[in-house]
């Protein structure tokens, strides 16, 4: 969960009284739906201690296999270094690409359009899993990403659902599987990242008949 100004705060004190850096992943930003975007540890950090690093592969295509990692000043030399000696073939052609595509401004028109598109079957979801099944799934709120997951009244055996559901084409996630310790709470996963908007209400209706009660 995101967590409190204070507390991002009070992360950055503890990594400067330990003299260590601290990796942040940029996960959701692009694809954020609700509330005010999260100011990242990167911007508030004043010391150098923190590598900001995100992946093109959700807001482009996997299979680009390209990132990016803007580091502190004081470790340029240290991973320029590090790259120097781990790999001299970066593939340029693409890089080249996709420098290009971000400075005439088409990766920011890309994620704006893509946005929209996944806030509709964000809500498309979030408003057909109570008309199509009640409190039996309840919707764990969310605000960004490409998947939404809504719980399922305990002891309800959500592996089997979700393969009663693949064999009626319908592919989702039981909740159970993410759990890491302690009783795992049934309930489904929801992706959307593939799945264009005339196609949700089917497949949660076909999910529903295979479900039972």
């Known amino acids: 969960m995101p967590m409190s100004l204070p507390r991002r705060r009070a992360l950055l004190d503890w990594a400067r009284r330990r003299d260590v850096v601290i990796v942040e ?37 996997p299979v680009l296999r390209l990132g990016f990692l803007v580091a502190p000043p004081s470790l340029h030399r240290a991973f320029r270094m ?28 890309h994620i704006r359009r893509s ?28 605000e960004a990403g490409l998947h939404l997951s809504a719980v399922l009244p305990a002891g309800t ?21 993410f759990a890491v310790t302690g009783p795992a709470a049934p309930g489904l996963v929801f992706g959307y990242g593939a799945v264009e908007l005339p196609a949700i209400e089917a497949g949660l209706r076909r999910l529903r008949a295979v479900a039972g009660d």
């Not at 999260?38 to 992946?55: A, W």
């Not at 408003?127 to 099944?133: A, C, Q």
């Not at 055996?157 to 599987?177: K, Y």
């Open 25 to 61: 992943d940029d996960y959701d930003t692009e694809y954020r739906y609700g509330g005010r975007p999260i100011e990242p540890l990167q911007s508030l950090d004043e010391d150098g201690r923190v590598l900001y690093t995100g992946t093109f592969s959700k807001i482009m295509r």
């Open 82 to 109: 590090a790259r120097y000696v781990s790999s001299w073939h970066a593939e340029l052609p693409a890089q080249a690409a996709l420098a290009r595509f971000i400075d005439e401004g088409l990766l920011a028109r």
């Open 157 to 177: 055996d959500d592996a089997a659902i979700a393969a009663r559901a693949l064999g009626a084409g319908v592919g989702l996630f039981p909740l159970s599987e």
């Open 115 to 142: 946005r929209r598109a996944y806030r509709a079957r964000h809500e498309r979801i979030a408003g057909l899993l109570p008309e199509l099944f009640g409190d039996r799934l309840a919707v764990v709120p969310a």
